[in-house]
């Protein structure tokens, strides 16, 4: 898991790109950011493997990653306004 350790920062706005790009509604991030996180990422692993990846193969294994780490992805969604309670 320690290669990956590159995306999992990205995922959670290692460059920045969640605080540069937040919306005014909710405060989430603009998908803007998450594209550019996107990209970088698949940029990152094109390098690692010297060769061409699927956008679509990068998502799906993201996605599974995230799967994997429910509670960083319950963070996320947390900063993001989820779990909010108004007395």
């Given at each position: 898991m320690?290669?990956?350790?590159?995306?999992?920062?990205?995922?959670?706005?290692?460059?920045?790109?969640?605080?540069?790009?937040?919306?005014?509604?909710?405060?989430?991030?603009?998908?803007?950011?998450?594209?550019?996180?996107?990209?970088?990422?698949?940029?990152?692993?094109?390098?690692r493997?010297?060769?061409?990846?699927?956008?679509?193969?990068?998502?799906?294994?993201?996605?599974?990653?995230?799967?994997q780490?429910?509670?960083?992805?319950?963070?996320?969604?947390?900063?993001?306004?989820?779990?909010?309670?108004?007395?």
């Amino acid at each position: 898991m320690r290669q990956y350790a590159h995306v999992l920062d990205l995922q959670r706005g290692g460059r920045g790109w969640e605080d540069d790009h937040r919306s005014e509604s909710g405060g989430r991030a603009r998908s803007g950011g998450a594209e550019t996180a996107e990209r970088d990422a698949l940029r990152e692993f094109e390098d690692r493997f010297e060769e061409n990846v699927s956008l679509t193969d990068l998502r799906e294994a993201l996605m599974k990653v995230g799967l994997q780490h429910l509670d960083e992805t319950e963070e996320c969604l947390e900063e993001w306004g989820y779990g909010m309670t108004f007395d």
